[in-house]
């Protein structure tokens, strides 16, 4: 009894002590209680990527080759050390033949994937910023037909990850959600994805998977890290400060868009079977490959169709988006155009972007600009900005100086590993 009068005096004597070793404690514990359980999601992935490794193969058929464009500065720096423990060892052990691209400036992955050959799947181990500059350098290439069939797996180690959060779903760990990723590309799971087009002037085009962002909001967030200073306080104050500059700012653009279409006689062309040859007719070719019906446009008529409409946008922030964004409706081959209010109050302002903050979700953000919402499938706006104003374009999270473009939606162009197709299974 002594004893425990002792420890509860000195306990007492030295409480600022006490409260750090006990702090310290259990963080040490807390620590290596998360080491051991992302230890053991390592091993079970590990020990599933093994099995493919251990499939075997014909002779003359060669490994499968992917090509990794790696961004070594995404998280902090970090992001070389968290592929390799998290991602590399998996493909390894599958058998996989993997080159490493480490990218080392702003552009590379896009000039670097053009001159890209003799692989059967690409990788991106970085966020938004680096998968729009691969696929954009994807696409900017002559021989689309080839590189189309190339399945892209993303690794989700940058700062927004937009897309995978869509494509391997429901991770309850970065170290689980990474490792689903990887196992994706093992397993060879694959769904087609829309591509916005995006032309800029000078005939620049680059190619985004999920968004298009200009306003006041996306301005505010992209000041965030140029206040680091203040910590975890940086994202709230970033929307607070931007109420100090004149008030109210409101974007101005015009805006023309064409509404989708399902098919049509404007928009389809009649088929028109080739002559039967005397070899086709031999061969029974020609009678197995016209078999199947085909549908009839020529009787569905849409006045709308390729119509463009013109008005003028006066927004607080304007956002296009694919449909790629939320699994419920890849499926529709859209654009969906969405604008705030012409004006908000500071007050209002700052509230919006403090619920942004606990919440990134692209699609919560649409729910929130309620003023104006259209589909298309392609639309041409042309901002206006007074000399002197500070503002951009944000497509896929990556900034862009404001000009008029001209997006049109590209349906299914690129197929994408997933991990989503366990949930319907």
Not at 67 to 78: D, E, S, Y
Not at 99 to 113: C, L, P, S
Request: with cysteine; hydrophobic share 35%; charged share 25%.
């Amino acid at each position: 009894m002594a004893a425990v009068i002792k420890v509860f005096k000195t306990l007492r004597t030295h409480w600022k002590k006490s409260i750090f070793f006990t702090v310290a404690l259990s963080y040490g514990a807390y620590y290596v209680n998360d080491s051991y359980r992302s230890n053991l999601i390592r091993r079970a992935l590990c020990e599933e990527a093994a099995k493919y490794g251990e499939e075997t193969i014909q002779t003359t058929q060669k490994p499968r080759k992917v090509c990794v464009f790696l961004n070594p500065a995404a998280r902090k720096g970090k992001a070389k050390k968290v592929f390799e423990k998290n991602a590399a060892p998996m493909l390894h052990l599958a058998g996989i033949d993997v080159e490493i691209i480490q990218t080392t400036y702003e552009g590379e992955a896009k000039e670097k994937v053009q001159q890209l050959d003799n692989v059967d799947a690409i990788i991106v181990a970085g966020g938004d910023g680096t998968l729009s500059e691969v696929v954009t350098g994807l696409l900017r290439r002559d021989d689309q037909e080839k590189v189309c069939r190339w399945p892209i797996g993303v690794i989700p180690i940058g700062n927004t990850n937009t897309l995978a959060r869509v494509l391997y779903a429901n991770a309850e760990s970065d170290v689980r959600w990474m490792g689903s990723a990887a196992l994706s590309v093992i397993q060879g799971w694959v769904k087609p994805m829309h591509v916005m087009k995006i032309e800029g002037e000078e005939g620049k085009t680059v190619y985004a998977m999920s968004s298009i962002h200009w306003g006041q909001y996306s301005d505010a967030a992209e000041k965030a890290p140029k206040y680091w200073y203040f910590g975890p306080l940086k994202h709230r104050l970033a929307y607070l400060f931007r109420t100090f500059r004149k008030w109210p700012e409101t974007n101005t653009a015009e805006l023309s868009y064409t509404s989708p279409c399902d098919g049509c006689n404007k928009c389809v062309e009649p088929f028109i079977p080739p002559e039967p040859t005397f070899w086709s007719w031999l061969s029974g070719w020609f009678r197995t490959q016209h078999k199947e019906e085909r549908k009839d446009y020529s009787n569905i008529i849409n006045e709308d169709c390729g119509v463009w409409k013109d008005f003028k946008l006066s927004t607080v922030e304007f956002m296009a988006t694919t449909t790629n964004i939320t699994n419920d409706t890849q499926d529709i081959e859209e654009m969906r155009i969405q604008s705030g209010p012409e004006e908000v109050s500071k007050t209002d302002f700052i509230k919006e972007g403090f619920s942004r903050i606990k919440d990134k979700s692209i699609i919560d953000t649409q729910q929130k600009l309620e003023e104006k919402y259209l589909s298309s499938k392609e639309f041409k706006i042309s901002p206006t900005i007074p000399e002197g104003k500070e503002t951009s374009f944000y497509i896929d999270n990556e900034k862009f100086e404001p000009m008029p473009v001209h997006v049109q939606l590209l349906p299914n162009k690129l197929n994408f590993y997933t991990a989503v197709h366990k949930e319907a299974a």
